[in-house]
């Protein structure tokens, strides 16, 4: 077999199956960083022999005995110098692994859970949980994650790395929390997630709006989660996901340029993806405990998905939900969108006064949204003087190419320019 179709195959296995041939494996050895080392090293093992060999009837089962055998080498090392290691190392034995060893079917939903939680653990930094957490339970290798986050593949590199010494010095077990720690941690679990479809959403920086496998990276994560932990909040972040999702094939133009939302041609929304959204959200309200944070992003983005029009939506009843949103979660960007939805509710004068009471506070410094809402209203007024010399702040500091582009754009359309 040629050496590309052997990388071939390891990559899809490891995508598919990381976080269960990981989680098996931290199970095994009651080490998570071990455990990720020695999956690490069984790819690498793989990636030789199925080019020479082919590939197994089970490749997994052939990953997880790799691992397990590199496992056993790393404890007969620290045996010399670890008494507890030492131990350990001989309660292992060189056996092939039966069926029930490794990958229990018993407990295969809670080694990956287990996983999540990990490698979100709240010990961690944000931008470690967020490597950590694409590398070990979405499957993705560190090039991937540099890319996508625009960052120097060492730089991933040494996050994953501090992630998990951090861990072990922390003495961090593999497991899933008691049940009274689940809400926190699973908490951060969720938000990890968020900021992974945010970023694939609407991208930071780069040369184009949207990282689409980003964003569907992080649809697949919460809908593992939603089947492993099947909580309001989980159900609403999905959904969130789902209906933001779902308008993807009309935000950009065939050139690649952003196309806004009141403006975007609704016929190419995705009414699958609406569809699985709104049964999602049906669920979190179903669970009966309130709609949290996701929840109500959730129903905004289906008062949104369920108008024909941007003339037509609902713009009071979110302006109401933003304002739930601020009281349960407050932030600037909250506030900002919620200026947004007065000035569609009642006139961009509305509006204006709110993003400019925000601007007096400071809130955003350094952010191009702010400047880029308030060019938008100032333009809705008919004030482009004004408009002009806000959106050039925006574009001054965005560090998006297409959306900078279309700033660009949007000053040289207005009149008098």
């Known amino acids: 077999m040629r050496s590309n179709e ?83 190392a001989n309660d292992l034995t060189d056996e092939e692994p039966g069926a029930d060893s490794l990958f229990n079917p018993e407990a295969i939903d809670d080694d990956v859970l287990a996983l999540m939680f990990i490698a979100c653990h709240p010990v961690l930094s944000r931008e470690a949980r967020i490597a950590l957490t694409l590398r070990v339970v979405g499957g993705m290798g560190t090039e991937e994650i540099a890319k996508a986050f625009l960052v120097p593949v060492p730089t991933i590199q040494a996050r994953i790395t501090r992630a998990k010494k ?15 720690d689940i809400p926190e941690r699973l908490g951060s679990v969720l938000h990890v997630v968020y900021l992974i479809f945010t ?14 496998e980003l964003a569907s990276e992080a649809q697949r994560l919460a809908r593992v989660l939603v089947r492993l932990a099947p909580e309001p909040e989980a159900y609403g972040l999905l959904a969130l996901m789902e209906l ?9 133009d065939p050139a690649g340029n952003p196309i806004l939302l009141e403006d975007q041609d609704r016929r190419r929304w995705d009414q699958a993806s609406i569809r699985r959204g709104r049964a999602a959200l049906a669920t979190s ?16 983005a289906e008062c949104h998905a369920l108008a024909s029009t941007a003339a037509e939506t609902d713009w009071q009843r979110i302006v109401i939900l933003y304002e739930a949103l601020g009281r349960l979660a407050p932030s600037p960007v909250v506030d900002l969108n919620h200026a947004v939805a007065v000035a569609m509710a009642t006139g961009p004068a ?23 809402v308030r060019g938008e209203l100032l333009t809705r007024l008919g004030r482009f003087g004004e408009a002009k010399e806000a959106l050039g702040l925006a574009m001054d500091l965005c560090s998006n190419a297409a959306e900078r582009s279309a700033l660009e754009r949007k000053i040289a359309e207005l009149p008098g320019q």
């Open 244 to 252: 933001t999702a779902a308008r993807f094939p009309a935000r950009l």
């Open 199 to 212: 970023e694939g959403a609407f991208a930071s920086g780069g040369d184009s709006w949207m990282r689409a």
């Open 166 to 180: 951090t861990l072990s010095a922390a003495h961090i077990p593999f497991m899933v929390p008691e049940l009274p």
């Open 6 to 88: 052997a990388r071939a195959a390891v990559e899809a296995v490891w995508r598919s199956e990381s976080a269960r041939i990981v989680g098996a494996l931290a199970r095994y050895t009651g080490d998570f960083s071990l455990a990720e080392d020695v999956a690490q090293e069984a790819v690498a093992e793989a990636l030789v022999s199925w080019s020479v060999n082919g590939i197994p009837a089970e490749p997994v089962g052939w990953l997880l005995t790799a691992g397990r055998r590199r496992a056993i080498d790393a404890f007969r090392r620290r045996a010399t110098r670890d008494e507890k290691y030492a131990l350990l």
């Open 350 to 372: 509305a509006g204006l006064d709110l993003v400019d009471a925000l601007a007096s506070r400071g809130a955003l410094n350094g952010s191009h949204l702010l400047p880029t």
């Open 285 to 300: 309200v179903a669970l009966g405990r309130g709609l949290g944070a996701y929840g109500l992003q959730a129903t905004i």
